[in-house]
């Protein structure tokens, strides 16, 4: 329970630092879309929730494979990343 508590929490930070890099307001709504890891997936159905509120995203979208053009690489731990994309909702 407690790594997928830190694995949540270590998503907020990348998604946070994404959304600073992008220039979005802190007001902002967005949408996330992650590259399905299995070892994250109980973290996120978990902690939902949580990390919705933490960085005001609508949803979470977990995809098989994120198109290269609109992927970004995350770490997670040093043997845990995945790719992400996020959008600011209108």
Known sequence: ALLREGLSRELINRIQNLRKERGFEVTDRIRVVLEKRAELLPAIEENIEYICTETLAE???????????????????????TFIHITRLK
């Open 59 to 81: 949803a979470i979208e977990m995809v098989d494979i994120l198109e290269e053009t609109e992927r970004k690489e995350i770490e997670l731990t040093e043997t845990l990343s």
